[in-house]
Nanobody, 125 residues
Framework: QVQLVESGGGLVQPGGSLKLSCAAS????????IHWFRQAPGKEREGISC????????YYDDSVKGRFTISRDNVKNVVYLRMNSLEPQDTAVYHC??????????????????WGQGTQVTVSS
């Protein structure tokens, strides 16, 4: 059984930073690509970052490139998303997902079956 749990969301001021975590239960994440998605009210769910199994490549959407950093700690079985220079348009529910793939080769949310519950990120004064 694949179980993912996101944490670390909250309220932050524009220009601030936040670090999200995606923790796995009942399986080991290190061999699997983990993709971060976000969905704002009235918007489509969009992929923003991915890290391949065993750190085999990373991906960043242009909207977050240079501001967000994805990483993983295989000992803790956790994938992180460090978000810097946050802007109001970053406000969304953030989800992590996996399909058991090794490479960051799946980018459509419709092709993922294993999701965390999501964590809310709100960027506002």
């Amino acid at each position: 059984q694949v179980q993912l749990v996101e944490s670390g969301g909250g309220l932050v001021q524009p220009g601030g930073s936040l670090k999200l975590s995606c923790a796995a239960s009942k399986f080991t994440l290190d061999n699997y690509a983990i993709h971060w998605f976000r969905q704002a009210p009235g918007k489509e769910r969009e992929g923003i970052s991915c890290i391949g199994g065993l750190n085999e490549g990373t991906y960043y959407d242009d909207s977050v490139k240079g501001r967000f950093t994805i990483s993983r700690d295989n000992v803790k079985n956790v994938v992180y998303l460090r978000m810097n220079s946050l802007e109001p348009q970053d406000t969304a529910v953030y989800h992590c997902a996996t399909e058991g793939n090794y490479y960051c080769s799946i980018y459509s949310p419709a092709d993922y079956h294993y999701w965390g519950q999501g964590t809310q990120v709100t960027v506002s004064s």
